[in-house]
């Protein structure tokens, strides 16, 4: 018995050194000050000073940033609705086809999605003029994968959804929006932010769709970091994914503790219900 427990426990820890010792790896060498990535000269703060006047990638992660910013606002409202659409109403024509476009990003390969929107953007282009190539085709191609994701998160929350909270604040004089904003929101908020830390992600090291759809002047902190890995990764490469990886982790850390704040808030109301109704 105990054997099989430290031997579960022995895989389980193989499989976050496997995930988690390539990041920590990274960071400890972009303090390291040798040009050469895995041969460890000293401790140094030089890559990040270089980092400080490399124009090019910092616009390039300002960039990225920003993309996944709005990316995953966009695919969280898109997503959400589309969720609803499949959730609340189970009979609509189109409805199969509605829901096998919505999952296609799913199993499409990058490869071809971003060839399409290429394709269907510069016949866009030919015939209006409009849009040129740039961050409002990266955010496009962007929004489409992040919906989809965004869709299977919310969809999952409101299949769990208990119908009757809904009916009891319509029986109690509530509209829908009312219904909506008051009681079905707060219930799928956790699963909101998790579609939007999700999608916000996705957004952020996507490389085959920017590529595709990038033009002069917008390229992503990805694709730089792509380009010059061609030539020898320079440690300041090191520098920007650190600085990255805290940024991700300080939210990710930030959410869960709201999400477990809320989650003891709710269990706590409705514990005080329950007592209150007994």
Request: charged share 15%; with cysteine.
């Amino acid at each position: 018995m105990n054997l099989g427990r430290y031997f579960g426990r022995g895989w389980l820890s193989l499989g976050y050194a496997f995930l988690y010792l390539p990041i920590v790896a990274l960071v400890v060498y972009s303090f390291n000050d040798s040009q050469i990535p895995n041969v460890w000269r000293g401790f140094t703060f030089k890559w990040y000073v270089a980092l400080a006047n490399d124009r090019e990638m910092l616009g390039a992660l300002w960039l990225s940033l920003k993309i996944a910013f709005f990316t995953a606002c966009g695919s969280v409202v898109l997503g959400t609705l589309a969720a609803f659409a499949l959730v609340k109403y189970k009979r609509f024509t189109g409805r199969t086809l509605f829901s096998g476009m919505v999952n296609a990003p799913l199993v499409m390969p990058e490869v071809i999605v971003g060839l399409s929107l290429l394709l269907l953007l510069v016949s866009i282009q030919r015939a209006l003029g409009f849009p040129e190539r740039g961050v409002l085709t990266i955010w496009l191609g962007h929004l489409l994968l992040g919906m989809a994701y965004a869709t299977v998160v919310v969809q999952a929350r409101l299949q769990d959804l208990n119908p009757q909270l809904e009916e009891a604040a319509m029986d109690l004089g509530a509209r829908p929006w009312q219904v909506f904003t008051l009681v079905t929101l707060p219930i799928i908020s956790q699963a909101l932010l998790s579609a939007w830390l999700l999608t916000f992600t996705l957004s952020l090291d996507d490389v085959v769709l920017s590529a595709f759809l990038s033009g002069p002047g917008s390229t992503t902190m990805p694709l730089v970091i792509f380009s010059r890995a061609r030539l020898g990764l320079n440690p300041s490469v090191n520098a920007v994914a650190t600085v990255t990886v805290v940024l991700v982790a300080i939210g990710v850390i930030a959410a869960s503790y709201f999400i477990a704040r809320a989650e003891r808030n709710r269990a706590r109301e409705v514990a005080d219900a329950n007592r209150i109704g007994a």
